[in-house]
């Protein structure tokens, strides 16, 4: 009886942020629905250890199995740096993220490098780093 309400209430100014694995089956991405457009021509894949980040059951991130290079789909700058704050590690996590490439370039000089940093994000000379303080 109530689903219709709790699925009006999805449509949130505040949509939820979900970190999910490429293969979960929950993740209709790559199998039931293809992919959305990515902001870089290529290829995502559903491979074990990657992850997905969707905002409001959007994707906004793929993260390579390695948590070393990102792609990022077509969405607008707001949702993508929700996607963002997603990646990065939980409340008393005390291990730093490191990404080295989006989109196919080097993390630091890539078009959406911005809205890492506006995340927290600060540049290394790796990449773009998250460090949990």
């Not at 074990?48 to 948590?67: E, N, Q, R, S």
């Not at 792609?71 to 409340?91: H, M, Q, S, Y």
């Not at 989006?102 to 995340?119: K, T």
């Amino acid at each position: 009886p109530g689903a219709v309400d709790r699925l009006r209430g999805c449509r949130d100014e505040d949509p939820e942020v979900i970190r999910i694995a490429a293969v979960d089956p929950a993740n209709p991405y790559g199998a039931l629905l293809d992919w959305p457009g990515l902001r870089v021509e290529g290829t995502i894949r559903r491979v074990a250890g990657a992850t997905v980040i969707l905002v409001g059951g959007v994707p906004a991130l793929y993260v390579d199995k390695g948590g070393r290079t990102v792609r990022c789909f077509a969405v607008d700058d707001e949702i993508l740096l929700r996607g963002v704050d997603g990646l990065k590690p939980e409340k008393g996590d005390r291990k730093a993220i490191l990404i080295q490439k989006i989109d196919g370039e080097e993390a630091r000089y890539a078009d959406v490098a911005d809205v890492f940093r506006q995340a927290g994000f600060v540049d290394v000379y790796q990449g773009l780093e998250f460090e949990q303080l």
